[in-house]
């Protein structure tokens, strides 16, 4: 996707909008930092221009290795795309929104498979998370879908659109 490239490029040569600290625990906390760009209209088939959001966390907290307890960081980044302006939702909201989506889809697998028998779908085909998206959106109700960034740099993008007004 273009819009991918085109946000990541920008994000590249930019110091994040706004950053902040999460304390988790008396050992861990996040430091989180949020890039936000409006006006992107490189998503063929979008018929108003998207924002895009990019946000890194950095959770630092400790773990057992070989038997020692060593502080650990884990980074995770996540690309959203969205309707909404930065008015209606500042970086922190959008973020919620993500983890709360990842929660009711965890949540959602584990009842479908662990009570009712269905396996885990994964998808890697354009066409297949194509349908597969038009099906979260036509049966969930919700207009959006998460997926992090990988360990391997390949941009996944999330979606979050706002209702026609």
């Known amino acids: 996707m273009h819009i991918v490239k085109d946000a990541e490029g920008l994000f590249s040569r930019q110091v994040p ?4 600290r999460e304390d988790k625990s008396s050992t861990t906390h996040l430091d989180i930092s949020a890039w936000d760009e409006e006006q992107f209209n490189s998503w063929d ?3 108003k221009p998207l924002r895009v959001v990019k ?3 950095s959770r630092y907290g400790y773990a057992i290795v070989g038997g020692k307890r060593q502080e650990a960081i884990e980074r995770h980044e996540i690309l959203v ?12 909201l959008i973020r919620e929104i993500i983890h709360r989506r990842w929660e ?5 697998y584990h009842e479908l498979k662990g009570n009712w ?3 885990h779908c994964f998808i890697h085909q354009e ?22 960034v990988t360990e391997t740099g390949a941009a996944m993008l ?4 706002a209702p026609e007004r």
Do not use: D, H, R
Not at 81 to 92: G, M, V
């Open 17 to 20: 909008a706004k950053t902040w």
């Open 45 to 47: 088939g979008m018929k």
């Open 55 to 57: 946000i890194v966390e």
């Open 81 to 92: 795309a969205t309707t909404l302006s930065k008015n209606e939702a500042p970086p922190e």
């Open 104 to 108: 009711i889809e965890n949540t959602g």
């Open 117 to 119: 028998n269905m396996g």
């Open 127 to 148: 066409v297949a998370f194509q349908v597969s998206f038009c099906g979260f959106m036509f049966f969930g109700g919700q207009s959006f879908l998460a997926f992090p």
């Open 158 to 161: 999330t979606v979050v659109l």
